[in-house]
């Protein structure tokens, strides 16, 4: 096999992965400075075919409006609402950034990717609804979540949630909160969007079939990535000034090629899913909401129930789930051997001490891979006492891999969220972790652009384009109120939404 190197053309960054963070880090960059030279490389042959799918990812735009994991109770029964007000804010940066790709008309029409969607938590007996009653009462006051409707009235909900009401114990308390500022995004959609205009701008090369084999940062600086082509099995070497992993569950495996020191110790926990997948359309028509529950205890957060209104490939789509499962692999298209292949020296502490500390979790995933068809139907009818075992077949959704960690006091630790991890020269960065990434990429982005090109991001020029990309680029939306409103109505109208003032 001939192995080529591509000294003439370097590119000043190389994005591995095409999924929603590199589109997203490929278009801030390129709006950014429009003569910087960019090339992607996606070992599938088609951009957003893992985690930012439509089938696989959760495409909630997660807001925090409905997820329940994202507000804990503490021990003195006080609700903590910090993650939750940091979502929220996160994805009203998200909108941002997307209402100025479509006003400078860099992406399709909005309808194509986001559409609005009440965004819903639905909880039965005392315990839950004494909860969910506190949570609403903790949210409100703060403005992002202004809009939300509680309701412990059966009639009202019967409204909102027929199919979760009909066939329920009259006796039964129930309790729900609704937001109807919620959205549905397909981020499949959105990311080929993105792609689709890159690939048209100067200096932007795509590259599909190809896999990064190797890294490795040379004594100029650059960094050296291997790359081979999977349909002609050539292999190349390009040279670049700066790498981001930006592939899901790949991620780790490259980031322990890199040899950065910061990132030794980190480890993956795979989790896979698979969803219930309403068939029967007359069913999908009565249900038009996202309606998270509680999750099962010792469950990952990332396996909140919830009984889902989508829209993909343009058409209204109902599922259940996500059910868990476990699996080697840390791509679904990838390979059985990737988690004992992630297992170093530097990182076997930190996962047998986090392995050792999640027993309950473990014994979660078995009993989920253990189910049978009937247990599926038995969970789904707590939500839909009604369902019909004819109406729904099994989807199989996307991988994720939850983040291990050292810990200087635990040994290792088990992480749900998301986290970049960068070299100290700022030169290679890596996105591992899950939930809520999707929804929260630009926030993600910015964090990296802060760090890792500080020097450019506080010119005049890149100032003030970040301003216009982001209008509330450097303010808290968390602590302005009219700013709030100001932005919400902005991106709703170029977004195609309903603004909440007309939802009063």
Known sequence: MRQQDDTENMPDVVLIG??????????????????LKLEVFERLDVAAAESSDAWNNAGTGHSAFCELNYTPETPDGSIDTTKAVRIAESFEISKQFWAYLIQHNIIELPTSFIKNIPHMSFVWGEDNVNFLRKRYEAMVKCHLFDDMIY???????????????????????????????????????????????????????????????????????????????LKTGEKRNVYARYVFIGAGGGALPLLEKSDIPEGQGYGGFPVSGQWLKCTNREVIERHRAKVYGKAAVGSPPMSVPHLDTRYI????????????????KFLKKGSFFDLPKSIKPNNLRPMLSAGIKNLALTRYLIDQVRQSPEDRLEALRQYFPDAKAADWELEVAGQRVQIIKK??????????GTEVVSGANCTLAALLGASPGASTAVSIMLGLLERCFMERLNTEEWQKKMKEMIPSYGQSLADNPQLL????????????????????
């Open 18 to 35: 095409a999924g929603i963070m590199s589109a997203t880090l490929g278009m801030m960059l390129k709006e950014l400075q429009p003569n």
């Open 151 to 229: 309701s412990e009235d059966r009639e009202q909900l019967k409204e909102w949630v027929p199919l979760i009401m009909e066939g329920r114990d009259a006796s039964e308390k129930v309790a729900a909160t609704r937001m109807d500022l919620g959205t549905d995004v397909n981020f499949g959609a959105l990311t080929r969007s993105m792609f689709k205009h890159l690939q048209e701008e100067a200096g932007v090369k795509m590259h599909f079939s190809h896999e990064v084999r190797k890294l490795r940062q040379r004594e100029d600086g650059r960094w050296r990535v291997r790359v081979k082509d």
């Open 313 to 328: 490939n343009g058409r209204r789509e109902l599922l259940f789930g996500p059910y868990a499962g476990f699996s080697t």
């Open 407 to 416: 810990d200087p006091e635990k040994g290792g630790v088990l992480e749900f």
């Open 485 to 504: 409103e100001k932005i919400r109505g902005y991106t709703s109208e170029v977004l195609g939404l309903v603004p909440a003032v007309e939802k009063k």
